[in-house]
C-alpha cells in the first residue's frame, strides 16, 4: 500500500508545480533542481542504456517471411 500513497504524493507535487518561468520560482524551487538531477542522469545513461538494448535486440530472433528464406 506504500506505493500507493508515494504515487498519490508524486501526483500532489506534479500538479502543484505552477509552471511558470525560472526567474518567478523561488531559488529553492524543487523543479528546477529535479529538472537539472534528471537531464544529468539521463546523458549518465543514455549510452549504456544504448548499448544494452542493442545488445539484447540482437539476440532476438526475428523469424524470416517465406519469401526470405
Known amino acids: ?8 504524493d508524486w501526483l500532489r507535487l ?3 508545480d505552477p509552471h511558470l ?3 518567478h520560482l523561488p ?3 524543487p523543479a528546477i533542481r529535479a ?3 534528471f537531464h544529468g ?6 549510452e549504456p542504456a544504448r548499448a544494452i538494448a542493442e ?3 540482437e ?3 526475428v523469424p524470416l517471411e517465406p519469401e526470405q528464406r
Not at 500500500?1 to 498519490?8: E, I, K, L, W
Open 14 to 16: 506534479v500538479r502543484a
Open 59 to 61: 539476440t532476438i530472433p
Open 1 to 8: 500500500m506504500a506505493s500507493a500513497t508515494s504515487d498519490t
Open 35 to 37: 529538472e537539472e538531477v
Open 27 to 29: 531559488p529553492d524551487w
Open 41 to 46: 542522469l539521463a546523458r549518465a545513461y543514455a
Open 55 to 57: 545488445q539484447l535486440l
Open 21 to 23: 518561468p525560472a526567474e
